[in-house]
């Protein structure tokens, strides 16, 4: 029943921004948690951020802390990564998930920083 739709994605200069939204359908976001994992082609996948929807409380990467911000929208059931000072390893797929009674995540969405 849970859904997710990510968007945003786009090639970007270092040291650029961009914005990622994920539309979630289907549940609540002050209720359960959400949050943003990456992954690239023959790489590890990295937890980007989590927020835990009871609480609010955020957590982020080692990799992406002071760099990217995890938000939500609660009236438009919207949660947002907003990142800053993109560097080439930032470079990934990135997708939004959810978790709920189980673990759902979108489609996806290509980030790619390089000059």
């Known amino acids: 029943q849970v859904q997710l739709v990510e968007s945003g994605g786009a090639l970007v200069q270092p040291g650029g921004s961009l914005r990622l939204s994920c539309v979630v359908s289907?549940?609540?976001?002050?209720?359960?948690?959400f949050g943003w994992f990456r992954q690239a082609p023959g790489r590890q996948r990295q937890g980007v951020a989590c927020?835990?929807?009871?609480?609010?409380?955020?957590y982020y990467g080692d990799s992406v802390r002071g760099r990217f911000t995890f938000s939500r929208d609660n009236a438009k059931n919207t949660i947002y990564l907003q990142m800053n000072s993109l560097k080439p390893e930032d470079t990934s797929i990135y997708y939004c998930?959810?978790?709920?009674?189980?673990?759902?995540w979108g489609q996806g969405i290509q980030v790619t920083v390089s000059s």
């Open positions: 998930y959810a978790v709920t009674t189980d673990l759902t």
């Open positions: 289907g549940v609540s976001l002050d209720r359960y948690d």
């Open positions: 927020l835990t929807g009871r609480t609010g409380k955020i």
